[in-house]
């Protein structure tokens, strides 16, 4: 039997410390009793000596610091795991919130997880499609890439991440997909979404979901995307299946993480964010990946709102230098009802080169991405001069530029929630876009692909 | 004398652990930390309590566990067999890891950086009775197809070679003996060790002169860098640092590359591991592996280890760099490391500088890039020996921002400034490097060596090619304002000039098998190329020939499609277009 301690000295806000301790590792996990037998949990931040400083995970009403008790149980947060946990609903600290019965674990893991040997790493390089051009075409999502979702207050993140879930072969495929969903702070109606959505298509049954709500303890949300993925872990490297993990909202979670460092009064970095923000999400995003010699992968698909649609604030940017790229939401899209609206320039994926390509999508289709980027962006350009100084000061090249990126955000980016396009229907929608502009202007296509599939059309340029 | 030290856990906060009774303990010993020997360093010390940074996870450690000083500072091995290898920041090989300890990196997991059964061929180049000095080569090791490891005397020694022999050893075995002037008999094996905060000796710096051909064509026709030298790529996410990175990883003319992963991606230290082995040399078509010693601390790694790599990193460079050879270093992205710098400075609660950074940031990345450099070795008076060691690094300013403190800082130090720009990269032009705001304080140096080498009118073609790229800038400002058609067909041509410039010279891709990488001579002849058109339609129009015929004239796609072109056609292909060129603008009617 663990010792208890009745020395609670002090509690502000998220933290507690407690004095006289023996024995007490860092990052351990503790019990603490209320009077009337209430349990709370805390994790160990500092020992020193035999003070304990402690993070409660959970709210401090009701807390006595005369009456509680401490336990501490030896080892860190810990996630049980087996393959039940498929078809299950748990709150953000792995307690069942679906009114079944608790898993009977096979082990129990560490939810910080131990850091994959980078030379124990297989690169990412199979395609998925997920059925949305926006990203199949422009920013392959690779299997094993971790790829967020940027996006803003009031924007359709929801809908897209349930679009891919459910596009990307989850159900019609003969191989073990699961999909593995967090959500952190987010509100019941978002997360009544998703639930639906994947009881509608039956994804339930393949998934496993840890919920904190907006208004459970803000605290928690610090292990919640860690269960997750311990969760996600398990499914990929034990039982060999794809895991796709969603989570959402990163930003809940760094201010969560800010909470429990200005309650420590540490030197604050950008924005009060803590310094060590970074590391801490690379702890989060780099578990996803595919490892030699196994089967399984994690694909992770984490979604955050950037405060102010500002991509330069920490947490967007801090996400961007450790993902590998990132799909953007834009608001000016979706006002002019572009669904999903995906600010294509913006957003990269950088596995995509070796995802695409003869034998993984088609031949062309790497030339292909790269000149619609070239000539979206041209005529982005063209369209803002066309705002400022009319159409007739416009050279006749510069007014094709303009038509061709209206018609390519109407026809190639907007397709609805509920369209599931494959790659050819992709790549030949950006054909029939790009044969709007003259051949010689196909500067980043192989002459051979220009021959194959450009088609000529009567509006040939008059310099 | 023993100068271990044993005390015991008395707080832990993180990567921060502290003892009480290291009094004996040296500042920067390498510690062992509790049972599971947890490998740490001490960076500060109070009485008897050292404060100690422990370079893998500290959960479950606690107050009453021992810690044991080493004695020695944090060092590295130094031998045949770190060619090809994957090492943490603490020198630590990866790959040998995977076969003892399995898919992730266990705590306390220890193997030696070298493999102790390997056996490797020795020859020596000195014999018996040969007075040798530090840094003197006395035999050579065929390390891989590409490299020949030279086994020199450790800095500091000299003597007279007592026993010196041919064969087959393993690192550890004694391959000549040595009878030092003060300390006496000294064993020489293929190893030396040597602690990783201290620059190894040189004797004299010389000024970089030559330029470090990369074949990426904006960077070595307008931003080069020289053999020695120092260059930072700043740039928001997605601009591209790694690619470039990697590009000169691959393509850089050195003899050794040192590839320094720091609190980066993982899958970016897989690609190398996965990609190098299949790229070819350009010269002497081995695989790139066969140079390339990475270092690979990611960003889910421990943080303090992160803080170590970087050095790690460039002792080993300075090891090659000592035997002779032209060495790359590059470090992505030292702004991971200045945040593990951070952390531990906080930890330490000491008052922090400007964005919470400690204040000693700005001269331990000067300590960092002032390793770098082109020197004469440390050798005998009857030698002569030229090393070269160019560190390039990557910044990540927040948000791009380059007034954050680690830009700002690198930039003050650094000769090459290649500013990654987001608004190319959204455009897809690669590599994003902004030709105006970039620059390379080694232009002039390096100017004669390329007119001499190249062609004698390299430096005035870059000249009018940065001018018309200038004058674009000036020009699209106009066309903002009153739309293009109201500039006059001279200005016209300037603009579609620049683009062609900007679309066939700057824009390079690097996922192409061809474009990847283009010689000096044919960056010179693209050039030329677009430059030529240039000049000539400016003749034409003088002439007043029509604005909208020069456009339609078939040349034009040829000048883009000469990026394409293998280099062993370049020379041919060149010739025929410009008299293609020069014909088809002559020929238009005045």
């Not at chain 1, 082990?107 to 297989?122: C, Q």
Request: proline share 5%; with cysteine.
């Amino acid at each position: 039997m663990a010792r208890e301690y009745r020395t609670i000295e002090e509690v502000t806000g998220p933290l507690m410390l407690v004095r006289g301790v023996e024995n007490v590792k860092f990052d351990e996990l503790g019990e603490i009793e209320l009077e009337d037998g209430r349990l709370r949990h805390c994790r160990v931040l500092e020992i020193e000596g035999t003070d304990a400083l402690v993070q409660l995970f959970e709210s401090s009403i009701g807390l006595n610091i005369e009456r509680s008790t401490v336990r501490f149980l030896g080892h860190g947060l810990e996630l049980g795991v087996s393959p039940d946990l498929l078809g299950r609903i748990f709150d953000g600290m792995g307690r069942p919130k679906d009114g079944g019965l608790d898993i009977i674990p096979e082990a129990m893991r560490d939810i910080n997880g131990t850091p994959i040997n980078p030379a124990a790493r297989d690169y990412p390089n199979e395609f998925i499609q997920t059925g949305v051009s926006a990203i199949d075409g422009l920013n392959t999502l690779v299997r094993g890439q971790k790829l967020p979702i940027f996006s803003g207050a009031g924007l359709p993140h929801a809908q897209l991440a349930a679009q891919i879930a459910r596009q990307s072969g989850v159900l019609n495929s003969e191989e073990d997909f699961a999909v593995v969903f967090a959500a952190m702070g987010i509100t019941f109606e978002e997360a009544d979404f998703f639930i639906n959505d994947f009881r509608r298509t039956g994804a339930i049954d393949r998934s496993v979901m840890f919920i904190n709500l907006a208004d459970d303890p803000a605290i928690e949300r610090i292990a919640t995307p860690r269960m997750a993925l311990t969760a996600a872990e398990y499914l990929a490297f034990d039982l060999d299946m794809h895991v796709l993990v969603l989570m959402t909202d990163i930003t809940y979670y760094a201010e969560a993480l800010r909470e429990v460092s200005a309650a420590r009064k540490e030197v604050p970095g950008r924005r009060g964010y803590p310094g060590y923000l970074y590391t801490d999400l690379a702890s989060i995003y780099e578990r996803a990946g595919r490892i030699k010699n196994r089967r399984g992968s994690i694909t992770f698909v984490p979604i955050l709102t950037m405060p102010d649609d500002d991509k330069t604030h920490p947490i967007p940017d801090l996400t961007g230098y450790i993902t590998e790229g990132q799909v953007i939401l834009s608001r000016d899209l979706h006002r002019r009802g572009i669904q999903p609206p995906i600010d294509v320039l913006p957003s990269l994926s950088r596995l995509k080169d070796k995802g695409i390509g003869e034998g993984k999508t088609r031949a062309d289709h790497a030339d292909t991405m790269n000149q619609l980027f070239a000539a979206y962006s041209r005529g982005k350009d063209a369209r803002d001069l066309q705002i400022i100084l009319g159409e007739e000061a416009l050279i006749e090249l510069d007014l094709i530029y303009a038509g061709f990126s209206v018609a390519f955000e109407e026809s190639y980016v907007s397709q609805g929630f509920d369209a599931n396009r494959s790659i050819e229907e992709t790549l030949s929608i950006g054909w029939k876009l790009l044969s709007m502009l003259p051949a010689n202007e196909l500067k980043r296509v192989h002459q051979e692909y220009i021959d194959q599939y450009y088609e000529d059309t009567p509006e040939e340029v008059d310099g | 004398m023993d100068r271990r030290s044993q005390g015991e856990i008395v707080k832990v906060s993180g990567p921060l652990v502290v003892a009480k009774g290291m009094r004996d303990a040296d500042m920067f010993d390498v510690v062992e930390v509790s049972e599971k020997r947890l490998i740490g360093e001490i960076i500060e010390m109070h009485g008897d309590e050292a404060s100690v940074q422990v370079y893998e996870e500290t959960a479950g450690l606690g107050p009453g566990e021992s810690v044991v000083s080493r004695g020695t500072p944090l060092s590295v091995e130094l031998g045949p067999g770190l060619i090809g290898g994957i090492f943490d920041g603490i020198q630590r090989p990866l790959d040998i890891l995977v076969d003892m300890e399995g898919d992730r990196i266990t705590r306390g997991a220890f193997a030696p950086a070298l493999n102790r059964d390997k056996v490797w061929e020795f020859k020596p180049v000195k014999k018996e009775g040969d007075r040798v000095t530090g840094g003197d080569i006395i035999g050579t090791v065929p390390e891989t197809e590409l490299m020949e490891h030279r086994i020199m005397v450790a800095p500091g020694r000299s003597g007279i070679l007592k026993e010196i022999k041919a064969g087959s050893f393993k690192v550890t075995d004694v391959v000549a003996v040595l009878e030092d002037d003060r300390s006496g008999r000294v064993e020489i094996t293929l190893i030396q060790r040597w602690p990783v905060r201290i620059g190894r000796p040189y004797r004299e710096k010389i000024s970089p002169v030559e330029p470090l051909i990369t074949g990426q064509r904006p960077i070595d026709t307008f931003f080069p860098v020289a053999q020695g030298g120092t260059a930072a790529v700043p740039g928001p996410f997605g601009s591209g640092k790694t690619v470039i990175q990697h590009q000169l990883a691959k393509w850089a003319q050195a003899d050794v590359v040192v590839y320094i992963g720091c609190g980066e991606r993982g899958n970016e230290m897989t690609d190398v591991l996965m990609e190098f082995p299949q790229l070819k040399d350009p010269k002497s078509g081995y695989p790139l592996m066969k140079r390339t010693i990475l270092i690979a601390n990611t960003s889910d790694m421990p943080v303090a280890a992160r803080e170590a790599s970087i050095y790690t990193g460039i002792t080993i460079a300075e090891y090659f760099r000592d035997m002779g050879y032209s060495v790359s270093l590059m470090a992505d992205s030292t702004s991971r490391w200045a945040e593990a710098l951070r952390e531990m400075s906080g930890r330490l609660e000491e008052m922090p500088g400007e964005e919470g950074y400690p204040a000693y940031l700005g001269s331990r990345l000067a300590g960092f890039y002032e390793r770098a450099g082109m020197v004469h070795c440390l050798c005998g008076d009857d030698e002569e020996r030229v090393g070269v060691l160019t560190a390039i690094g990557a910044v990540s300013p927040p948000g791009g921002d380059l007034s954050d403190p680690v830009a700002q800082s690198t930039l003050r130090i650094v000769q090459v400034f290649w500013s990654l720009d987001s608004n190319l990269a959204y455009k897809r032009h690669f590599p994003a490097i902004n030709w105006l705001t970039s620059y390379s304080l080694y232009q002039t140096k390096i100017d004669s060596w390329i007119n001499d080498r190249i062609a004698p009118d390299f430096s005035r073609t870059r000249l009018d090619a940065m001018t018309l790229l200038q004058e674009e800038s000036e020009l699209e400002e106009i066309v903002r304002l009153i739309g293009q058609d109201a500039l006059s067909d001279m200005d016209r041509l300037k603009l579609e000039s620049a683009r062609s410039l900007r679309e066939d010279f700057l824009h390079q891709n690097s996922f192409d098998d061809i474009d990847t990488y283009t010689s000096i001579n044919k960056q010179y002849k693209m050039l030329s190329l677009v430059m030529l058109f240039y000049y000539e339609a400016q003749k034409a129009l003088a002439r007043s020939a029509d604005f909208a015929a020069i456009m339609k004239l078939p040349i034009r796609a040829d000048v883009a499609r000469f990026k394409y072109v293998p280099e062993q056609e370049v020379d041919r292909w060149f010739e025929q277009r410009k008299e293609q060129l020069l014909a088809e603008l002559g020929g238009l009617a005045g």
